[in-house]
């Protein structure tokens, strides 16, 4: 079976510090991909990233990057230089064979000005 | 732009009505998309998979004369949650890919309240 932790619930910082979003993964897939999706208060999601399980290679994207280790099926995301219009709840998904998304809890991120 | 156009966006109505949600793919042809349902603070929760030109695919636990989902075109689906309670009010939210391994998109989202 496949499985997407996020330990954490709720996070709360000022802005502009950085902080990290943990995701634990599980999969007996041997090809698998992971994402990170971002939802506003609006409700929509948003696409922020898909690694597949082949590449560990680590990612930047202006102030967002992920750190991606098989070894510890982990797959963080790091905000630097936090915003307070990065407030959203942020979720790590995993898909293996079958096309379909298994989501983590969600981290609620909160930033204050 | 929108990559997967969910509507209605919102809807309210009286408890006993049969709702139809629309969801299309725009930029892509999609033999699959997805369905989801979201409770206040809580994850999304899969509901089914719609496959073009076959029935749908049901998770455990999802009632599927309750949820009818049709996916009559490679471009659009549509989930009806049929004589509409209040414990069927909810977010649902549906999806599209290119195939596998490819980021799914997500509609708005429509926010069903039943009264």
């Known amino acids: 079976a496949q499985k997407v932790t996020q330990a954490q619930t709720e996070i709360s910082v000022v802005e502009k510090e950085d902080v990290t979003l943990d995701c634990v993964y599980e999969?007996?897939?041997?090809?698998?991909?992971l994402f990170w999706y971002k939802q506003p208060p609006s409700g929509e999601l948003v696409f922020l990233i898909r690694?597949?399980?082949?590449?560990?290679q680590n990612e930047i994207s202006g102030r967002y990057s992920w750190n991606f280790q098989k070894s510890t099926s982990s797959f963080n995301f790091t905000i630097t230089a936090s915003q307070v219009v990065d407030s959203a709840v942020y979720f790590c998904?995993?898909?293996?064979?079958?096309?379909?998304?298994?989501f983590g809890q969600g981290t609620r991120l909160t930033i204050n000005p | 732009g929108a990559v997967v156009s969910q509507h209605p966006s919102r809807v309210i109505c009286k408890s006993g009505t049969s709702v139809k949600i629309e969801c299309r793919s725009l930029?892509?042809?999609?033999?699959?998309m997805f369905w989801y349902r979201q409770f206040p603070k809580q994850s999304l929760m899969l509901m089914a998979t719609?496959?073009?030109?076959?029935?749908?695919?049901?998770e455990q636990g999802v009632e599927k004369d309750k949820f009818l989902i049709n996916h009559a075109s490679l471009t659009l689906s549509t989930l009806t949650v049929t004589s509409a309670h209040p414990e069927d009010s909810s977010f649902y939210i549906c999806?599209?890919?290119?195939?596998?391994?490819?980021?799914?998109?997500f509609g708005d989202g429509t926010r069903l309240s039943i009264l």
């Open positions: 719609s496959n073009e030109g076959s029935k749908a695919t049901y």
């Open positions: 999806s599209a890919s290119r195939g596998q391994g490819q980021p799914q998109h």
């Open positions: 930029d892509f042809q999609a033999t699959t």
């Open positions: 998904a995993l898909s293996g064979g079958a096309q379909k998304l298994v």
């Open positions: 690694r597949n399980s082949f590449d560990e």
């Open positions: 999969t007996r897939d041997t090809t698998y991909y």
